[in-house]
């Protein structure tokens, strides 16, 4: 039966993916809302139905009181039939329309609505742009991604289990009233006005209030994590105490913030009960006036006072209710804020996928200073011939990293084009142009699973003895061997911690070689691949590089001058743009800025930061 229930609903059914979510919070939820419109309307009907029966019953223990004045003698003879089916009800088909209404809330909305959100909001910000994540916590992206789904979920569990039965409550005890004596729903009437200013009152402080609560425990989060994630600085700084700091500021916020939400509950409570006592005074007190004038029977009586002690129960559950569902409305607001941020880096609607035959790369004109009045690049000119090896060097800021970025389009260029074999990348598939694109980065962090699943991450279909071949080649094969993880895993099953901070420097950089080597994309970008080597493993690993780059177009960024001498052509960047190209010989003899970067450099490290000559930058 269970099964039943939760399979109504698949929550990773197909959808088209939406690069500008709305932005509001009723459509926002609308779009999540869409494959649960049937199994809404059904919860909705029966919430309806499961309110009428529990009027009934009032309804019907009023009428019990009545039938006590027959003759007991006469009592089954003339109702046993009405007793018996009234038990039957109870007993059985009650339970059955109870379950029905519970099952389709716990089992098939709860856990598919929570599930369908958090995977698509997932998807949707995966697919934002590098840039958008360099922008942001981690921490704080991850925790809207989390608790926005189970804070929707509330919605709409408050929806059909509280608000929709409680509005049918209440429609059905004025009835109930009406058909007893119209004169008493005039209380629950005036009742109804004052309940409904004070949900209004408690409506609109709330949602702000409960806004402002999850911002500062998603700044919580983020400053945390970000502790957590830069543990070797904090430690290294011995800055234990100002992290501690750090975090008590955002978390004296959160306290505070959620004392002026739990403020708006404590008046709404004391407001509540006095409302409640004039409900129960009102109600019975006008039912036992009209019974004392011979205008209402004794069943009359008992069924308002049953009734007024039910709303009486039930309304500090309707408020608390409504305000747990506004007070998710704003932590849902919130998550908002992350989720519905429209993509801004996004392939054509006619983009083709990556035609790659030669690996030639141009670049015309190709400007980019990320929305500033400088830094990036300027005008940049230049053609890469297919198989060619090109190392590019230039001091902090030259503009190395940022050709690189828009190399793999993780920034749309601001002004110019590249093109790879006369495609431009702005037309292309950004997914077909990276599978096209090698990268060994700098910061060779890795992912918190086991060395074989970081490996294979740059290409998922290799076999196992692919997989070996390339840590062999990367000169990671008998280390990995040698490596155990705390669960007792070892070898290529070890997990490597979180960014993979359980190995060296050397070790981490050697595995993601590995990843790229199995990868075998035409074109390879190395951006410092070799920084993080001790001078014996460079030696060995820049063998490996050379062989790595065999029959492919390479651009190789490099602050160590003897990385790069070996190059078809070196090319000199300052201030964003080409200063100097030319193989290391020729640079020499020309005696401009390379050459003295050579001259400058000790250990074949270059001192990029420092001034080099005596004219200013912007003159080289």
Known sequence: MFRFFENLIDPYTTYTENDAPPRKLWPFLREYCIPFKGVFALTAFMSIVVAAIEIGLIYYMGRIVDLLGTEPSLMWSTYGTELLFLAFFVVVLRPLVQGLDVALINNTILPNFGTLIRWRAHRQVLRQSVGWFENDFAGRIANRIMQTPPAAGEVVFQTFDAISYALAYMIGAAILLMTSDWRLMLPLLVWFALYGGLIRWTILRVGPASKAASDARSQVTGRVVDAYTNIHSVKMFAHHELEVDFAKEAIENARTTFQQEMRIFTKMDVTLVALNGLLIVGVVGWALALWTWGEASVGVVAAAAALTLRLNSMTSWIMWALSSFFRELGVVAEGMETIAQPIALVDNPDAKPLDLN?????????????????????????????????????????????????????????????????????????????????????????????????????????????????????????FILDLSDPEGRSGYDARVGERGVKLSGGQRQRITLARVILKNAPILLLDEATSALDSEVEAAIQETLYGMMAGKTVIAIAHRLSTIAEMDRIIVLDAGRIVEEGTHNALLAKEGLYADFWGRQSGGFLKLDEEIGEEPRENL
């Open 358 to 478: 030669k690996g030639q790369i141009e670049l015309r004109n190709l400007t980019h200073h990320y929305g500033r009045d400088q830094g990036g690049l300027q005008g940049l000119n230049l053609l890469v011939k297919p198989g060619e090896r090109i190392g590019l060097i230039g001091r902090s800021g030259a503009g190395k990293s940022t050709l690189v970025k828009l190399l793999l389009r993780f920034y749309d260029a601001e002004g110019g084009q590249i093109l790879i074999d006369g495609q431009d990348l702005a037309e292309v598939n950004q997914d077909s142009l990276r599978k096209c694109i090698g990268m060994v980065q700098q910061d060779s962090s890795l992912l918190h699973r086991s060395v074989r699943d970081n490996i294979l991450y740059g290409r998922p279909d290799a076999t196992e003895a692919e997989m070996i071949a390339a840590a062999k080649q990367a000169q990671a094969h008998d």
